[in-house]
Structures are given as structure tokens and as C-alpha cells.
């Protein structure tokens, strides 16, 4: 009996150990599609993601477009503000060309259509790029999927995230940084908030920093990693999710 007590004292020693984090696929698979497109997303599951990031900005006729920048510029070709634009307009632009000609026709997705791509299983992970003035629409877009419990928020918009939380009381909701002074000024208000934890740049993520977090009962996942080193190095010291352009090279590596 102590000889199988010993060997299952082992075994969940090692299961612990070996614990893999979240692999979190940047604005989908985007390495090798454009980013924040619905071939992305796909991409991304074909691959064996357990979460798509993307980001969000709500149009001047009220819908939540997927796009990283506040124009369509870098993607799209043509500088077009999203919140000033109408939805038609942005779906006008080809934001898949500038990747490969393989992507041509790719448009600006409503999140609805990203949401339509989510397994079962798997989470999608929504950075919200504007301010809270886009809950409402996404409230709608989410209930209407019936996807609400596989979804996670992000922002860097303390107020944005806050009231995330209290839009989405039952969703994670983490704030964003990368500035290791900012965090430890805010990392209490984090958890008195109610907040699920904290979001950060890879090069901030110490053991100090997954200690603090960890009395406070606050998750902490991480971005972005393109280093099988540096993501072996967060997964040591405990990240519960690593954000990656390279989600299945990065995870036979780890």
C-alpha cells in the first residue's frame, strides 16, 4: 500500500509537471495565412490550436469587424478608419492578396463569421482593440452563436476590460500589458475587480510575476512566442497559455 501511494505521489508529480500550457494560434494561424481572417481561424484548427485569437473593432453602422489596426491600411490596401467606415465598405477590401495570392478575395470578417469556425472544445480568444462602446453588438453577436461559455476577452483598456466583465460575468476576462511596473501597481485592483488574470508579454513573465499571481488566485497567459526556447522557459515557470503565429510548430516543440 505505501509502494502505490509513493508511485501515485510520483505520478501526479510528473503529470504536473508536464502539463502543457494553452496554445493560443495570433490572429489564427498567421504565419502562414492573413491574419484575423476566416482562413486564418480555419487554418488554425486544422492545425491543432486549442484557442484563436483575434481582434476586434465595432464599424460606424454598429458591427464588430475582425481587423488588429484602427485602419485597413496594412491589410487592406486602403486607408479606411473602421470606426468611421461602414461594414459594406470594409468588406470591399481584399485583405488576403498582401499574404498570398493563394488568399486573394479574403474580406474583413464579422466576428459572427469567425464564431461560425469555433469546434467544439476549443476557445476563441477576443482582444477588443476599440472601447466599451462595442458590448452591445458583441453581446449580440455572441448570444446569437451559442458559443458564449468557449469565448475569452482581452484588452488593454483597463475600463474596456472591466466592463467586459461585468458585460460577460461568466467569460474570463484578462487585462492586456507589457509593462512590468504597470502590472505590479494594478495586479491587486486585478483580482479586487473580479478580473480572471492577467495577459503579458512574454519578456515580463518571471517567477516573481507567476508567484504574485498565484496568491492572488489570478491566471497569467503570455504572448507573443515564436521561440520553442522562450516558450519552453513560460512553460517552466507555470503560463497557463502561450499566444503564437506558429501554434502546431510550436507545440511539437514543446
Keep these: 500500500m505505501k509502494q502505490m501511494m509513493c508511485f501515485c505521489i510520483f505520478f501526479m508529480a510528473v503529470s504536473s509537471a508536464i ?59 486602403e486607408e479606411l478608419k473602421i470606426a468611421e467606415s461602414q461594414s459594406a465598405s470594409l468588406r470591399k477590401l481584399d485583405v ?48 446569437a452563436s451559442g458559443k458564449q461559455d468557449q469565448i475569452i476577452f482581452i484588452s488593454f483598456g483597463w475600463q474596456t476590460i472591466v466592463d467586459t466583465k461585468a458585460k460577460f460575468p461568466d467569460n474570463e476576462c484578462y487585462w492586456l500589458s507589457s509593462s512590468k511596473d504597470k ?12 478580473l480572471d488574470g492577467i495577459n503579458l508579454h512574454s519578456s515580463i ?15 497569467v497567459l503570455c504572448w507573443t512566442v515564436d521561440s520553442p526556447e522562450e516558450a519552453k522557459r513560460v512553460k517552466e515557470l507555470g503560463i497557463g497559455g502561450i499566444t503564437t503565429n506558429r501554434p502546431a510548430w510550436l507545440k511539437e516543440r514543446i
Excluded at 124 to 134: R, T, Y
Excluded at 183 to 194: D, H, S, T, Y
Excluded at 205 to 219: E, I, P
Design 96 to 143: 488576403g492578396t498582401w499574404k498570398s495570392e493563394k488568399y486573394k478575395g479574403e474580406k474583413i470578417p464579422f466576428v459572427a463569421e469567425v464564431l461560425e469556425t469555433l469546434p467544439a472544445g476549443k476557445h476563441l480568444v477576443v482582444e477588443i482593440k476599440c472601447g466599451s462602446e462595442v458590448l452591445p453588438a458583441l453581446k449580440e453577436a455572441v448570444d
Design 19 to 77: 502539463a502543457q500550457p494553452t496554445i493560443i494560434a495570433h490572429r489564427g494561424a498567421s504565419y502562414l495565412a492573413p491574419e484575423n481572417t476566416v482562413a486564418a481561424a480555419q487554418l488554425a484548427w486544422e492545425l491543432g490550436a486549442d484557442a484563436v485569437e483575434i481582434d476586434i473593432h465595432l464599424s460606424a453602422d454598429g458591427k464588430v469587424m475582425v481587423n488588429h489596426d484602427h485602419t485597413t491600411k496594412r491589410t487592406g490596401g
Design 183 to 194: 502590472v505590479n501597481e494594478k495586479i491587486e485592483e486585478v483580482a479586487q475587480l473580479g
Design 205 to 219: 513573465v518571471d517567477q516573481a510575476m507567476m508567484d504574485r499571481a498565484a496568491a492572488l488566485d489570478l491566471k
